[in-house]
């Protein structure tokens, strides 16, 4: 599901409230990427990484027992 971000965020809201809205959806990113840092790396490293020049059919990790 995803939502219809035309009305979640109008165009018609004034410059100070466009600014507060984008602090606090910046400072929501920082606090869950570091409350969730271990979790998310994990997660990028099982990922195979087509777009890597270097390594383009890359496996993913072994996970640690």
Excluded: N, W
């Excluded at 507060?20 to 606090?31: G, K, S």
């Excluded at 994990?42 to 383009?56: E, G, K, L, T």
Aim: charged share 30%; proline share 11%.
């Amino acid at each position: 599901m995803t939502p219809d971000f035309d009305d979640i965020f109008p165009d018609d809201i004034p410059d100070e409230t466009a600014a507060a809205l984008t602090e606090f959806l910046h400072r929501l990113v920082y606090v869950c990427e570091g409350r969730y840092l271990g979790q998310l790396l994990r997660h990028h490293r099982s990922q195979v990484h087509y777009d890597d020049p270097d390594a383009p059919l890359k496996p993913p990790l072994r996970k640690r027992t």
